[in-house]
């Protein structure tokens, strides 16, 4: 009697569901080890920058045109941080890279915009 009352136990135990685990605890503010959630970058518009009048050009121009890149991306349009077309071209015009907005703003075809990166 004793060993199948032992067995009629074992069998009913992996039939209990297992007690609930608690959730973590979000970190403290106070704990300085706790890394700190990523910001997003702000808008460039808020940034302070004077945008090129050719940027702007070439960013209106591109999106009249509607191209888009190998991934599928429209040209012109925000990177994938968000930042406008215009204040990329802008931001890298004064680290020297020319991004030939010039080109772009008087390109009539995607094919045309195309060639201004040869």
């Known amino acids: 009697m004793r060993l199948s009352l032992l067995a009629v136990f074992a069998l009913a135990l992996p039939a209990c569901p297992p007690a609930p685990t608690p959730p973590p605890n979000p970190p403290d503010a106070s704990d300085s080890s706790a890394p700190a ?17 050719d940027c702007v050009a070439a960013q209106a121009n591109l999106l009249k045109l509607q191209c888009k890149d190998a ?23 004064g680290k020297g ?7 772009l703003a008087a390109a009539s075809s995607c094919a045309g915009a195309s060639s201004c990166s040869l």
Do not use: M, W, Y
Not at 71 to 93: Q, W
């Open 37 to 53: 959630p990523p910001q997003p970058p702000a808008p460039a518009a808020d940034s302070g920058v004077v945008l090129t009048p």
């Open 71 to 93: 991934r599928g991306r429209l040209l012109g349009g925000p990177n994938e941080h968000g930042t406008p077309f215009a204040a990329v071209c802008t931001d890298d015009f």
């Open 97 to 103: 890279i020319d991004i030939h907005a010039k080109c």
